[in-house]
């Protein structure tokens, strides 16, 4: 399951919102979507009870541990079945090119180094950033009430904060993390990260995983796009003029 924030336009207002990826690549308003699965089971006042059950907000959606990440794997697989037969509407599921994808935690409790040093959490960046650094990808773990992680995602750290893609994969991601940068392609296996052993975590951190040993880098100039992936994102990228120097680990 891959879970983010994004946020468009609706009328005169906008909708910020947790948000899943269907297969179809539409992206389904999980708590809009079980208010209405809600509504048709007859339960009352539906749209208060989907403000607990699917919080339209990944962060409370991590404050309520385990029970409250299968919750909304179910709405999910509800939202899949319905946009499979052609019938979901577009106000519960915008496409892609309607929405701004933002950090999948845009204000994580606390954002953390590998060494435990904390990096400024309201400086975030996400999709789209301008880097004032070579590119150091990495992951990123996502803590989840009860002291473990919910998930993970694409990550680096800049500027003394740091830049998150828009997606949390709430699985260990399988395949290789790849780094496209200056004409070059540079990838390591996520088996890197096998055995590493992870802190307790609280709901909402933000944990960087140590950077992957990645070969140097050609010089960029200005303006330079940066894509990051695995298999379930690419994020995109680009240099700005602080972060031209002739080479990076």
């Not at 750290?157 to 070059?184: C, I, Q, R, Y």
Request: charge should be positive; include cysteine.
């Amino acid at each position: 399951m891959l879970l983010g924030t994004a946020v468009w336009a609706e009328g005169p207002l906008e909708r910020r919102a947790l948000v899943a990826r269907l297969d179809s690549g539409r992206l389904a308003d999980l708590n809009r979507i079980e208010a209405v699965r809600l509504r048709k089971l007859g339960e009352g006042d539906s749209d208060r009870l989907a403000e607990v059950l699917v919080p339209p907000s990944l962060r409370r959606v991590l404050d309520g541990g385990p029970r409250a990440l299968a919750r909304a794997r179910q709405t999910l697989a509800y939202a899949e079945k319905w946009d499979r037969r052609g019938t979901l509407p577009e106000a519960l599921a915008p496409g892609p090119g309607s929405v701004q994808s933002l950090p999948c935690l845009p204000r994580p409790l606390s954002l953390r180094r590998p060494d435990g040093q904390n990096l400024d959490r309201l400086r975030l960046q996400g999709p789209g950033a301008e880097l004032s650094a070579h590119p150091q990808p990495t992951l990123a773990a996502v803590g989840l009430a009860g002291g473990t992680f919910g998930g993970f995602c694409l990550a680096l750290e800049d500027a003394g904060s740091a830049v998150l893609g828009a997606w949390m994969s709430d699985e260990w991601p399988t395949g290789s993390l790849e780094l496209k940068a200056g004409g070059v392609r540079r990838s390591v296996p996520l088996k890197a990260w096998e055995g590493l052993g992870l802190p307790p975590m609280q709901a909402g951190e933000v944990l960087l995983l140590p950077l992957p040993r990645l070969k140097v880098l050609p010089q960029m100039g200005v303006g330079s796009p940066v894509r990051i992936s695995t298999v379930f994102e690419e994020l995109s990228l680009r240099l700005g003029p602080e972060g031209v120097h002739p080479t990076v680990q």
